[in-house]
């Protein structure tokens, strides 16, 4: 559904000292089993990624996952590529392995952050800490990948953690990677594994306090809504070395320099948190002590900004919680960047924005599978200055009323 949304509904905010409200946790963080070492039968698990399944024409198959992996089995003992299919309630498995990556492994070195495009068709991985990562495709979303390719300057050999953000054309994908404290992305052409035009900053860490490493990215992703956006990188978590690897969010992907969207810390303790994969507000990170045990499972709710042209025109809001079969209601305020977080009793996390003046457009259903609510807009002109809301979610079954972070929509 579309809705039309007048200028003077989005009034600009002053710029503050105060940055605004981070996604909110919905229950401590835990580790879970459901992507462990058990139900992949390797020893351990050092990063996920979870796609939506899709059959040989590339249909979407609703509430079945893809499933790359970074693992360590008894032999051989360092780090290998795994893939398989995740399907809720299968049995006798819920998690069946194939043998899609298999031939991608060099059974010599290390191999790392094995992570596949949105449609299938390409995969990415690091192969070491003196070569360079490489991409792979196929012909169709089901069956081995093939024709691995070395990807191209300006991509530094050794480990990158790479991932693969939005597709660009066809056989080119954004191609997302780590030097030191920033994150960058480029195009990469999937068959020859050249780069295309110049990297674009995603996260600068030294533009922050502390600066430090980031490292661990995956774009959240927007699955609902117009068919033609389904697959898009909307917003990003990540890692960031403050104290060990501490999770991290920033509600856009767009170049760190010229938008000034802040990282927000979604959560830190004295362990190791990194390489992680999302559905809908329900995230995954791999968590080690000393060694990867069952990855943590940290449930937000969380909201994406968002760019639009100074004339006006489509805009899309995506608002994401943990998916759940039970009724969830998601709305998105807009308004002025509040003075500081305001506590409502009550209430899950704090207002960020300004209360006087607030705009609730229409709640929407959470989708049960997707964990997400998407608004396609219709805006009028819009002034050239960034424009704050922020995510409410209520949840029917526990009558919970939870705040997320406050994003931006950013006229271009």
Same mark, same amino acid.
């Given at each position: 559904?579309?809705?039309?949304?007048?200028?003077?509904?989005?009034?600009?905010?002053?710029?503050?000292?105060?940055?605004?409200?981070?996604?909110?946790?919905?229950?401590?963080?835990?580790?879970?089993?459901?992507?462990?070492?058990?139900?992949?039968?390797?020893?351990?698990?050092?990063?996920?990624?979870?796609?939506?399944?899709?059959?040989?024409?590339?249909?979407?198959?609703?509430?079945?996952?893809?499933?790359?992996?970074?693992?360590?089995?008894?032999?051989?003992?360092?780090?290998?590529?795994?893939?398989?299919?995740?399907?809720?309630?299968?049995?006798?498995?819920?998690?069946?392995?194939?043998?899609?990556?298999?031939?991608?492994?060099?059974?010599?070195?290390?191999?790392?952050?094995?992570?596949?495009?949105?449609?299938?068709?390409?995969?990415?991985?690091?192969?070491?800490?003196?070569?360079?990562?490489?991409?792979?495709?196929?012909?169709?979303?089901?069956?081995?990948?093939?024709?691995?390719?070395?990807?191209?300057?300006?991509?530094?050999?050794?480990?990158?953690?790479?991932?693969?953000?939005?597709?660009?054309?066809?056989?080119?994908?954004?191609?997302?990677?780590?030097?030191?404290?920033?994150?960058?992305?480029?195009?990469?052409?999937?068959?020859?594994?050249?780069?295309? @035009?110049? /990297?674009?900053?995603? &996260?600068?860490? *030294? =533009?922050?306090?502390?600066? +430090?490493?980031?490292?661990?990215?995956? $774009?959240?992703?927007?699955?609902?809504?117009?068919?033609?956006?389904?697959?898009?990188?909307?917003?990003?978590?990540?890692?960031?070395?403050?104290?060990?690897?501490?999770?991290?969010?920033?509600?856009?992907?767009?170049?760190?320099?010229?938008?000034?969207?802040?990282?927000?810390?979604?959560?830190?303790?004295?362990?190791?948190?990194?390489?992680?994969?999302?559905?809908?507000?329900?995230?995954?990170?791999?968590?080690?002590?000393?060694?990867?045990?069952?990855?943590?499972?940290?449930?937000?709710?969380?909201?994406?900004?968002?760019?639009?042209?100074?004339?006006?025109?489509?805009?899309?809001?995506?608002?994401?919680?943990?998916?759940?079969?039970?009724?969830?209601?998601?709305?998105?305020?807009?308004?002025?960047?509040?003075?500081? @977080?305001? /506590?409502?009793?009550? &209430?899950?996390? *704090? =207002?960020?924005?300004?209360? +006087?003046?607030?705009?609730?457009?229409? $709640?929407?259903?959470?989708?049960?599978?997707?964990?997400?609510?998407?608004?396609?807009?219709?805006?009028?002109?819009?002034?050239?200055?960034?424009?704050?809301?922020?995510?409410?979610?209520?949840?029917?079954?526990?009558?919970?009323?939870?705040?997320?972070?406050?994003?931006?929509?950013?006229?271009?």
């Amino acid at each position: 559904m579309r809705y039309v949304v007048s200028a003077l509904a989005l009034s600009a905010t002053l710029a503050a000292q105060y940055q605004g409200e981070p996604p909110v946790l919905v229950n401590a963080p835990v580790q879970t089993p459901t992507f462990g070492a058990a139900a992949l039968g390797v020893n351990e698990v050092a990063q996920i990624g979870l796609m939506p399944l899709r059959d040989a024409a590339g249909n979407v198959l609703p509430n079945q996952w893809y499933i790359t992996a970074t693992v360590k089995t008894a032999s051989p003992t360092f780090f290998q590529l795994w893939s398989g299919t995740y399907v809720p309630g299968r049995t006798p498995s819920e998690i069946v392995a194939n043998n899609d990556v298999a031939s991608l492994n060099n059974t010599t070195v290390d191999m790392f952050a094995c992570n596949v495009s949105s449609d299938l068709l390409a995969v990415v991985c690091d192969t070491g800490g003196a070569t360079a990562p490489v991409i792979a495709t196929r012909a169709t979303p089901v069956g081995p990948f093939s024709n691995p390719q070395a990807i191209g300057t300006p991509v530094p050999v050794g480990y990158r953690d790479s991932n693969l953000f939005d597709q660009v054309a066809a056989n080119q994908y954004e191609y997302a990677y780590v030097v030191g404290r920033q994150l960058f992305k480029v195009v990469v052409d999937a068959t020859t594994g050249a780069t295309i @035009g110049t /990297p674009t900053t995603v &996260v600068d860490a *030294n =533009l922050v306090t502390p600066a +430090a490493d980031v490292h661990s990215h995956w $774009g959240m992703r927007q699955w609902t809504g117009i068919p033609t956006e389904w697959g898009t990188c909307r917003a990003l978590i990540h890692s960031k070395n403050d104290s060990s690897a501490d999770s991290y969010f920033r509600s856009s992907l767009a170049d760190n320099t010229s938008l000034p969207i802040p990282l927000f810390r979604i959560f830190d303790d004295a362990n190791w948190k990194a390489n992680p994969a999302s559905i809908g507000g329900s995230t995954f990170w791999a968590y080690a002590t000393a060694t990867y045990g069952d990855p943590m499972q940290q449930d937000i709710v969380a909201m994406a900004s968002a760019t639009v042209p100074a004339t006006g025109g489509a805009l899309t809001l995506v608002g994401f919680a943990p998916p759940k079969p039970t009724p969830q209601i998601g709305i998105v305020m807009l308004g002025a960047l509040g003075a500081a @977080g305001l /506590p409502i009793p009550g &209430v899950t996390g *704090n =207002l960020g924005l300004n209360p +006087a003046g607030l705009v609730f457009l229409p $709640g929407l259903a959470v989708d049960p599978t997707y964990g997400e609510v998407v608004y396609n807009l219709v805006t009028g002109q819009l002034p050239r200055q960034k424009i704050d809301m922020q995510f409410l979610v209520f949840d029917g079954a526990t009558s919970r009323i939870l705040l997320g972070n406050t994003a931006q929509v950013n006229p271009l």
